[in-house]
């Protein structure tokens, strides 16, 4: 058994009820945040969650917030604290620029779904409902707002993934160019903040910062969207998948910064590894050393061969020793894919040298 989140937008008209409640929830959080630090400075005693419940007993009646909204923002809180291993965490901002987004924490038995709509605290909110919420139930939920002052009702609810019924396996490419080539000559184009990149800068300059929220929204909407579904059909196709082991974080470091973090390719390992785990799909990640410069049909690593940063331009080439024809990020993929498969069975993968 399996927890997912299911997300759905709140409807606009209801903005003003939920920010006022985020406001309050942000009130009650600030204060049991210095009640925590003022308990460990002057008594040397961590308030647990059911110590911070006794203090905060009857608030919600003025804060216009239900009671076991309430008792989440004291659980939550000490459960960051101890994560965190802080006498004192950050404050939650109601106004300014810089204020903290919308967060409404619920419980499961707190909320019903009638007729396409929310009923929580007497209060009712209409969702573009695209799960069937109602068919469901709620471990936990909560509002949320995102950047652009847009609501959100979040809920987790459990679930039995279904078994991936694919027999086949492939290797997959990360790169800048295309942000995924797999071994079957499929992928992700990616590129998404390039294409909106023109745009973003007459806004940025014009200070219209709506203008760029909004366009950062629609990359970040657009990247997610192609690798959900890029990852969902590999899932449902194959029975093993592999990717090399590319180090993003390290190359977020240099000249290449912004076409990396464009690719997102940790989002998309990250994205592979969970749906493979829930559906039986064996994910791995294989050392890509030479995969690009060696012949996937014969193994050789022949003299023409692209190589280093003077090969990147290279995008099709011809091996020297066997004559196959190749493209660069295809045959990369399949000298990972082969990689992947060596490492199964035990064996140890290299590659030939040639003359």
Avoid at 129 to 154: H, I, M, N, P, T
Wanted: glycine fraction near 10%.
């Amino acid at each position: 058994m399996y927890t997912k989140t299911l997300k759905v937008r709140v409807k606009d008209k209801h903005s003003t009820a939920l920010l006022k409640k985020g406001n309050a929830v942000n009130h009650v959080w600030n204060y049991v945040n210095a009640l925590s630090s003022r308990s460990i400075k002057e008594r040397g005693k961590f308030l647990s969650s059911f110590d911070i419940q006794n203090y905060t007993k009857g608030a919600n009646k003025e804060l216009g917030l239900h009671s076991q909204t309430v008792q989440m923002v004291g659980a939550e809180y000490a459960l960051k604290r101890k994560q965190f291993k802080k006498s004192k965490l950050a404050w939650r901002k109601s106004f300014g620029v810089r204020r903290s987004l919308g967060w409404i924490p619920l419980s499961g038995q707190s909320i019903t779904i009638k007729n396409g709509q929310i009923h929580q605290g007497g209060k009712h909110y209409d969702v573009w409902d695209s799960y069937g919420l109602a068919q469901y139930k709620f471990r936990s939920s909560c509002f949320v707002e995102d950047a652009r002052g847009r609501w959100y009702f979040c809920g987790v609810v459990a679930y039995t993934p279904e078994q991936s019924t694919g027999t086949k396996a492939t290797g997959i490419d990360l790169g800048c160019k295309a942000t995924a080539t797999d071994s079957n000559g499929g992928g992700i184009a990616g590129r998404e903040y390039r294409k909106l990149e023109q745009k973003l800068g007459i806004a940025q300059r014009a200070n219209n910062k709506k203008q760029v929220k909004n366009i950062h929204a629609k990359i970040k909407n657009r990247r997610n969207d192609e690798i959900h579904k890029y990852s969902r059909k590999l899932i449902e196709e194959n029975a093993a998948i592999f990717v090399g082991n590319i180090n993003s974080l390290g190359l977020a470091k240099t000249k290449m910064a912004k076409s990396v973090l464009d690719a997102s390719w940790g989002m998309l390992k990250t994205t592979l590894k969970y749906k493979g785990e829930h559906a039986g799909v064996i994910f791995g990640e294989v050392n890509e050393s030479y995969t690009t410069q060696a012949c996937s049909c014969c193994g050789c690593i022949s003299h023409n061969s692209p190589k280093g940063r003077a090969g990147l331009g290279i995008r099709e080439w011809t091996c020297a020793e066997c004559g196959a024809e190749h493209d660069r990020d295809i045959n990369a993929a399949k000298n990972i894919l082969r990689l992947g498969l060596q490492t199964l069975v035990g064996e140890s993968p290299e590659f030939i040298h040639g003359e």
